[in-house]
């Protein structure tokens, strides 16, 4: 059987990202060129400023990737592209670059949705058994997604306001934090005590629906009113009970979704799986699971990354799916 080599692409927020993916469990290379410094004096990501980065930086890292692969273009089975959903001038990036390279190498391109690239990452530390549940959390999303096979993608929760990841980077800039504040906070709520006892939503309704704006309303406000009091909030305890509130809500959460689908694997993936309370707590709990096996993506392959799309891409072009030339970014994609 020959190797499938796929070129993969991801451009839909804030990383430029190229990698070269071999059956796609293997990554040749993996090229990733982060703006996060370019945004954060603006305190989030600006599209603009995302496009005009990815821009110069992605033919630079077609090359690099090739070159650390010790591949050609003749190598490539396929070209992979996330075309949704993130910011539609970013991902217009890279689909076009994809295109054009397919295009003119004569490769079949391949259209990846960015979340089915999170969750397929989890291929890069095992094969992926089904019916399998992902806890998909980053900054754009916070939901379950249940495969009963590997090219089908069901949401069976998600977040009625805010994504997991954008709380915590509001909370953070709340807390007068860098952008994004995700693993800051998750270093200092190793340290403090449960001071400020934080509201969890929907807990106790046995459904698997998120919702962060109350926890993200309850921190503004007591800093709001510490500021009008001239008081000072203890920021070690501040982020400590607002992960212990976000852990709360995502383990009685995964609880529940495991009762409901006793799935043969939980994957937890996207940015905010690299959260170590997150993976500690998951390990806890799924001692009360033991049928299910829980697969967490590897903490450098958590966040943004093309080598998850190649690894989605693979899959994707197994199961004959292909894009035509006139593939369009798709800011508000879904499953
Ligand atoms: O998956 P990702 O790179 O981009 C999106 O698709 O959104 O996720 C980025 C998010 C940011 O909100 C960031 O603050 C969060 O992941 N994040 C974390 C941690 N590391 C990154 N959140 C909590 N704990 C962490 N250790
Ligand atoms: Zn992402």
Request: glycine fraction near 8%.
């Amino acid at each position: 059987m020959t190797d499938r080599i796929i070129l993969a692409f991801e451009s839909s927020a804030d990383e430029t990202s190229v990698a070269i993916v071999k059956n796609g469990n293997e990554i040749l290379s993996l090229e990733i060129a982060t703006q996060i410094k370019s945004h954060q004096r603006f305190g989030g990501i600006v599209p603009e400023v995302a496009s005009r980065h990815h821009i110069e930086q992605i033919t630079l890292l077609v090359d690099a990737a090739l070159t650390d692969a010790k591949l050609t273009y003749d190598d490539l089975t396929a070209v992979a592209v996330t075309y949704g959903p993130g910011l539609v001038g970013a991902l217009l990036i890279g689909v076009t670059a994809a295109k054009t390279i397919a295009w003119a190498h004569g490769l079949p391109l391949v259209p990846v949705v960015h979340m089915a690239g999170h969750i397929s990452a989890a291929q890069f530390v095992e094969p992926i058994q089904y019916p399998a549940l992902a806890l998909m959390v980053s900054g754009g999303h916070t939901e379950f997604v249940l495969m009963e096979s590997e090219y089908e993608y069901v949401v069976v929760g998600d977040t009625r306001d805010d994504a997991v990841g954008e709380s915590y980077d509001k909370v953070g800039r709340t807390m007068g934090l860098p952008y994004p504040a995700g693993k800051k906070i998750d270093e200092m709520a190793h340290q403090g005590t449960d001071e400020y006892k934080l509201p969890r939503a929907l807990m106790n309704d046995g459904k698997l629906d998120f919702s962060f704006s109350g926890l993200k309303s309850a921190v503004i406000n007591l800093k709001h009113n510490a500021d009008q009091r001239d008081e000072e909030l203890n920021l070690i305890n501040l982020a400590t009970s607002f992960q212990m509130a976000v852990l709360d809500i995502l383990l009685t959460k995964t609880r529940q979704a495991l009762k409901t689908y006793p799935v043969k694997m939980l994957i937890v993936a996207g940015g905010v799986a690299a959260n170590q309370g997150l993976r500690d707590g998951l390990d806890q709990l799924l001692t009360e699971f033991t049928h299910t096996r829980l697969v967490k993506v590897p903490l450098q392959l958590a966040g943004d990354n093309a080598a998850m799309i190649g690894a989605a891409g693979d899959i994707a072009y197994r199961h004959g799916e292909r894009a035509s030339w006139d593939l369009n970014a798709k800011p508000g994609l879904d499953f």
